[in-house]
Every structure is written in C-alpha cells, then in structure tokens.
C-alpha cells in the first residue's frame, strides 16, 4: 500500500510525548488508503512546554483537520480547544479534537468506552463485578466513569495522589450512583484488576500491584499497549488470571475516535454492541 500526499490532503496527527510505541499514525493511515481518503497521520513529538507554541502553529494550518492526544497533554489540551463534548468535561481530559471547517476545535474522550469496548470484544465485561483501578489520570478517569457506567458492581479507586483518587471516586459516586471508593492498590479479593498508570513500559518498572494478592481466575487489564506481555501480565498468567493487554482497548477507543471524526471504521469486522450509534 502506498500512501499518495497532494495539495488536497486533509493532515491528522498523533500529539504525545514519548510516542516510539504509538501505533496510531499506522492505524489511520492504513484505514485512510482502504477508505481512498485523500487524508494522512503524522506523529508530532511535543515536549510539554512546547505544548501552546504547538497549538499555535497548528491552528494556523487550513488543512489541519484532527488531533489524536496522548500523554502528558490530554489534560492541559483542554485549555486549547473551543468546546467540550459531554464525556470529556466529565472526565476533565481529551484525547481526540475534530477540527471544524469554521475554525473550532472541539474535543473529546473515548479512553473509558474504548477500554469497555475492549473488554467486551474479550470476552471481561466488567458488568456486575468488583474492579480495582490504579491510576487516576487521564485515560484513568475516563476508564472510571466507563466501567461505573457499564455496571460495575464496585470500584475501588488508587493512585500515588491519594487526593485525586478521592476526588474520582467522589465525582463517580455523584454522577453514577456505583460504589466507588478510594484505596490502597490491594488487589485482593477483586474480580477485575485495570492499570491506567504508565507502569510496565519500561523493563524495570515497579508493579502497579503485587502479583501474589492476585485471585486465580481475576481479569487483570494493562493498558499499556506493548508488542510484549508486561511483566504485570506475565506474573498474572502465572497467577491463573485472564489477562488483556492495551491492543483492545487501543483498537475500542480508535472506533470511537474515528467515527467523531467522520471515519467508519471496524477493526476485524468488530462493531459496537447491540447496535449502538456511538
């Protein structure tokens, strides 16, 4: 496949830092040939200082039609755009913006129903179940909100800012009524276990949980999205748990993603359950 550049091509890109194992410029440029769009994915490397002197730059170019954002700017990218779908004012984090043709940017979240997606494409829908989430960031808060609103029975929230887990799991409980608390990262006795900490993408990483308070049989999800098993889900298998990697949830979330930016797009042929929009 080749990927054909003129003056018409509508330009997409990936904003993040680091971004040597993002795997989304090669999703959407793969999906924009089968689709013949006249459009191209590029990764954007901005350190985090650099952040407003980027926005400024891509502001003033007419063909910019999208942004996909990664870390550590889907939080601060919120000052940058002109409106907010309902999900990401929630979640207070984005990670896609639709540039409009009037000049607006407006942005969005599907880290959360992305993930959910994932695990119900796998088989661990985290309906009716306890689920332990470490880490309250960006894609941590979005994934809270999704798992609560998918029905989770109870979820226990832990991050190294006890403050922002408090306050998460607060927000959970006021806007949907799940069980949500803050603790300890224990992951004893839970059915389903979730890292949305950035632990496991380097090799000498701490565990975001011990392995051994693991029970046999729980779904651990790392959202780390690795060629290799993290060392969390090789000390899971070892466990006997059911283990997901961040592939799903990458390939959930980019559903959602492309459809806000006016893309069909489904990865092996899967689609939203039960028929849903989106």
Known sequence: MQLHISGTTRLYGLVGDP????????LLNRLFIEQHADAACVP?????????????????????????????????MLAFVDELDSTAGQVGALNVIRCEAD?????????????????????????????????????GRAIAFAVASAGASS???????????????????AATGCDARSAAPDPLGFEVVINATPLGMKANDAMPVDPERLAPGAIVVDIVNSAEPTPLRRAALARGCRTQDGGPMHRGQALYALRFLGFDYRPDGRSLPNGDPG
């Not at 971004?19 to 090669?26: D, N, T």
């Not at 661990?124 to 960031?137: D, E, F, I, T």
Request: proline share 4%; net charge negative.
């Open 19 to 26: 971004l040597s194992a993002a795997k989304s410029p090669q």
């Open 44 to 76: 954007f490397w901005v350190k985090e200082d650099n952040l407003p002197a980027f926005v400024g730059g891509a502001r003033a170019m007419g063909n910019l039609s999208g942004l996909l954002v990664t870390m550590p700017h889907k939080e601060r």
């Open 103 to 139: 000049g607006r940017w407006i942005g969005a979240i599907f880290d959360g129903v992305g993930c959910v997606l994932g695990m119900q494409w796998e088989g661990h829908h985290p309906a009716n179940k306890s689920v332990l989430l470490v880490g309250a960031g960006g894609a």
């Open 155 to 173: 979820l226990t929230i832990s991050d190294v800012d006890e403050r922002r887990a408090d306050d998460l799991a607060a927000a959970i409980v």
